[in-house]
């Protein structure tokens, strides 16, 4: 089993790095799968590579979308905050 050394530094502010490194990897993936899924000839592995490319897309879809409410929920806490400034 491959060790990634991917650690969490626990300093976001409106972010989150492990949610964007998260982001490159499945992007990659899909991209990876993209490649083999145009180089297949066999109906049924290209049917289940589709498969695959539509779930990574999803895991794309929801990683964004939290990464969207992160930056979101820390605007309206920089709001709240300057209220007081």
């Not at 490159?24 to 993936?29: F, I, Q, Y």
């Not at 289940?48 to 309206?76: M, P, T």
């Amino acid at each position: 089993m491959v060790e990634h050394n991917v650690r969490c530094d626990h300093t976001c502010r409106d972010s989150c790095a492990m949610l964007n490194e998260a982001l490159r990897r499945e992007t990659a993936s899909v991209r990876f799968y993209e490649t083999v899924y145009d180089d297949c000839n066999a109906p049924e592995v290209k049917n289940f590579l589709g498969e695959i490319v539509d779930e990574r897309r999803s895991h794309i879809l929801k990683i964004i979308q939290k990464l969207n409410e992160l930056h979101a929920r820390s605007q309206a806490m920089d709001g709240i905050a300057n209220s007081f400034s």
